[in-house]
């Protein structure tokens, strides 16, 4: 049980391109996600939580204008990254909770986005 | 905020041996505790956690100690197997199951 799904699990594209990435709960409802950046051999990054049908809390110096999340119903929430450029390239990795229930987070298995 | 140390940043240890990885944390309102598994390409793993109001927990092969005096708890795997080579998290989080801190890793080396 406890499964979260993220896709895609690579991308590669320009500069300037906006990509999109999906985490899903695939057997439970998930009140709160979290969207989390990690580069290579580093410690993982908060960079924003989400709970469903409200606006996202985001980290202290994480751009919320580059970083759109959505989380428009109790499985899915999304991550845009908007005009990626290279400096945008990294791990990003979501995971879910259904924060009610005390259930520990879950996590997907990462997007690697790499911009040229 | 909370602060979460962990130690070492890399482990190596023979097939068979036990292997103990060591975190503290700042904050003492912090009141849960897990542990990561982390693949290399892949998204951490929950593989075991500890609440607040308990001192030890195990899970087979691996266990998880909390001193809430001296703000540390420890992972321990015994019989370490070569398919337990990954990097280990440990985490805390002051509310519940939310927001969690995490350490900056530990690679574990199992050899054959």
């Known amino acids: 049980g406890a499964v979260v799904s993220q896709h895609p699990s690579w991308v590669i594209c320009k500069s300037g391109t906006s990509v999109k990435i999906e985490c899903r709960s695939l057997?439970?409802?998930?009140?709160?996600m979290f969207w989390y950046r990690q580069f290579p051999k580093q410690s993982l990054m908060l960079m924003a939580t989400?709970?469903?049908?409200?606006?996202?809390?985001?980290e202290q110096g994480v751009e919320k204008d580059k970083f759109l999340i959505n989380h428009a119903s109790l499985t899915l929430s999304t991550l845009t990254v908007t005009s990626a450029h290279p400096e945008d390239s990294s791990f990003y990795i979501c995971?879910?909770?259904?924060?009610?229930?005390?259930?520990?987070?879950?996590f997907g298995d990462g997007t690697r986005l790499s911009i040229l | 905020g909370e602060n979460v140390e962990q130690h070492p940043s890399t482990l190596s240890v023979q097939e068979g041996d036990s292997a103990v990885i060591k975190c503290t944390y700042s904050?003492?309102?912090?009141?849960?505790f897990p542990w990561y598994k982390q693949e290399l390409g892949k998204g951490p793993q929950l593989i075991i956690d500890?609440?607040?109001?308990?001192g030890e927990k195990k899970d087979q092969r691996i266990a998880v100690t909390l001193n809430k005096t001296a703000k540390h708890f420890s992972l321990h795997i015994t019989e370490t197997q070569p398919e337990d080579s990954a990097v280990y998290f440990c985490?805390?989080?002051?509310?519940?199951?939310?927001?969690?801190?995490f350490g900056k890793g530990t690679m574990l080396l199992v050899s054959p």
């Open positions: 995971s879910a909770t259904r924060d009610r229930e005390e259930q520990p987070q879950h």
């Open positions: 989400s709970n469903e049908g409200s606006k996202a809390t985001y």
């Open positions: 985490a805390a989080s002051m509310r519940g199951y939310s927001t969690l801190t």
């Open positions: 057997d439970f409802q998930a009140t709160t």
């Open positions: 904050d003492s309102a912090s009141n849960y």
């Open positions: 500890i609440r607040s109001n308990v």
